[in-house]
């Protein structure tokens, strides 16, 4: 789960409008939707079409869950294989992201992702050559995409797909989609550290959302937004020390080892598929170019938190 900087979530209801709030486990983190209406039962069923949508991309997006079609992909190399319309939209938008941020965000690191779950279980880092050795299949170039013939072809054997630095946010959206066409355009959904917000609730200016530093329970502010999305990507829950230094979850493709500087970062987009991508590639592009690299790449502000 990639939640490193807490956003809080607020709106206090008037009396005049109904706020119904909507939780359910997926992704290996908690999702919620809050949505204004005046009837429980259409919000309810709203909710739930919503939900059976996140569930549909994470059945396919997965590394987790065993014969996802992301993992059933991951286990053929050297051959073009047809996906559903879900897996290869999902892959064209992670490719190009991949491709605009020079790798940063990259949906191909799963040999170094699984190195690192690895690394956090025995509390020991890998040996060079087993290192070297998931580097050499991971790469996004490695990865080709034929949208006419709907089909995808992993170049390299040992390559392995990661869709979790933008599955999340992907599903946010495609969440706030389905809300908003049942007539809930007065919507956020919460996916972790991702938010996707819609129009204010009625009365409001806006969502009030709060952002943590990096130290726990602690916030640095409060923003009014709506129709966009806020990500967040940092160190603060996902780390593991090893003889004295500590290695995020997020994996830097240069050394093929978690980072190890103490940051993070709110990224705010038009959507959640973008803000959660550029989160993540911030990270591994570091305070002194996370800001010009992701409003490059379609985000409209950034914020860093680092160690003073």
């Known amino acids: 789960m990639r939640i490193l900087l807490s956003l809080l979530l607020g709106c206090m209801a008037t009396a005049k409008e109904t706020r119904f709030i909507f939780e359910r486990g997926l992704m290996g983190t908690r999702f919620a939707i809050t949505c204004h209406g005046s009837d429980e039962s259409v919000a309810k069923a ?9 569930e549909e991309i994470n059945a396919i997006a997965s590394d987790y869950i065993a014969g996802s079609e992301l993992l059933r992909l991951s286990e053929k190399t050297g051959t073009p294989v047809k996906v559903s319309p879900l897996l290869l939209d999902l892959l064209a938008k992670s490719l190009d992201f991949a491709r605009k941020t020079d790798g940063r965000f990259d949906p191909t690191l799963g040999p170094l992702t699984k190195l690192w779950r690895e690394t956090r279980r025995v509390g020991r880092l890998p040996a060079p050559e087993t290192l070297a050795a998931a580097k050499s299949a991971s790469g996004f170039r490695l990865l080709e995409l034929d949208p006419a013939a709907g089909t995808v072809t992993l170049t390299h054997p040992g390559m392995r797909l990661d869709l979790g630095g933008i599955a999340k946010g992907y599903a946010a959206d495609a969440m706030f989609d389905v809300m908003k066409s049942k007539g809930f ?77 103490h940051l993070a970062v709110t990224i705010i987009a038009p959507n959640a598929t973008t803000s959660d991508a550029l989160a993540t590639a911030a990270c591994v592009a570091g305070a002194d170019h996370a800001e010009t690299m992701a409003k490059a790449c379609g985000a409209t502000e950034v914020r860093v938190a680092i160690d003073p």
């Open 185 to 261: 355009p007065a919507t956020c959904i919460a996916a972790g550290g991702d938010l996707r917000l819609g129009d204010p609730p009625p009365g409001k200016s806006g969502w009030t959302v709060g952002m943590k530093t990096l130290e726990k329970d602690s916030t640095s502010g409060h923003l009014t937004l709506s129709n966009c999305a806020v990500s967040t990507s940092g160190d603060l829950q996902q780390a593991v020390e090893i003889d004295g230094v500590r290695y995020a979850h997020i994996i830097d493709p240069k050394t093929g080892l978690g980072l190890t500087r």
């Open 46 to 54: 709203a909710a739930d079409l919503a939900f059976q949508r996140a």
